[in-house]
C-alpha cells in the first residue's frame, strides 16, 4: 500500500469527526487531499499529535477525534500510548501509517521494522487493536474502528517511498489552524 492511497480513503471516509494530523507528509498530505476546519494540523512538534487529541476526546466526549500518526511520530511519544489505555477515551480512533521510516527527515529506518508498534498499543490496553497490511482489507478496518467503542489503533503498513518533497506546504498559518479548529469544536 502506498500512503496516498490510505490517507484517501481515511479523508474520504471521514464526515464530522474531529482530526489531528502528526507532523510531515501525514499533514501535508491530509492537508492537500481534504483540507477541513475539523482538521489540526501539527507542524513542528514531532510525536504530540496522540497527546493533543488525547486531551480533546477526553474534553470532547460526543465527538469522534481520529489521529493521523506515523510510526516516526509514535516512536517520539511512546508513553502517549499507554496514558491512552489508561484512560480508554472511547470516542478515540488512533491510526498510525507505518512505513518503516522517518519518511519526512531522510527515510532513515524506524525500529517498527522489527518492533512491532500494535503489541506496544495492545500491552498498553488499547481495547481494539487492528493490523492492515493489504489495501484490500483497509478500508472495511477502518470502517469498524470507527463504529466500535475504542480507543481502536490500527496500525497500516506501506511500502516506504520518498519523503514530503512535491507535497505543498499546509500553508494556514498555526493561528488559523487553531481558530479554525476551536471553531468546529465549538460548532458541535
Known sequence: ??????????????????????NG?????????????QNFYMIGSMGLASSIALGLALARPQRKVVILDGDGNVLMNLGGLPQIGELLPPNLVHIVIDNETYGST?????????????????????????????E????????????????SFLLVKVEAEE???????????????????????RRS
Open 163 to 185: 519523503g514530503p518533497e512535491g507535497l505543498p506546504r499546509v500553508n494556514h498559518s498555526p493561528v488559523v489552524i487553531r481558530d479554525r479548529f476551536m471553531e468546529a469544536i
Open 136 to 151: 484490500k482489507d483497509f478500508k472495511l478496518t477502518l470502517e469498524r474502528c470507527l463504529e466500535k467503542e475504542g480507543p
Open 106 to 134: 531522510g527515510s532513515q529506518a524506524t525500529i517498527s521494522r522489527k518492533i512491532p508498534l500494535e503489541k506496544i498499543a495492545q500491552a498498553s490496553g488499547y481495547p481494539v487493536v487492528e493490523k492492515v497490511t493489504e
Open 1 to 22: 500500500m502506498k500512503t496516498t492511497a490510505v490517507l484517501k480513503t481515511i479523508m474520504g471516509t471521514l464526515r464530522e469527526e474531529l482530526v489531528v494530523a502528526a
Open 25 to 37: 507528509r501525514v499533514s501535508r498530505e491530509a492537508f492537500t487531499l481534504k483540507d477541513r476546519p
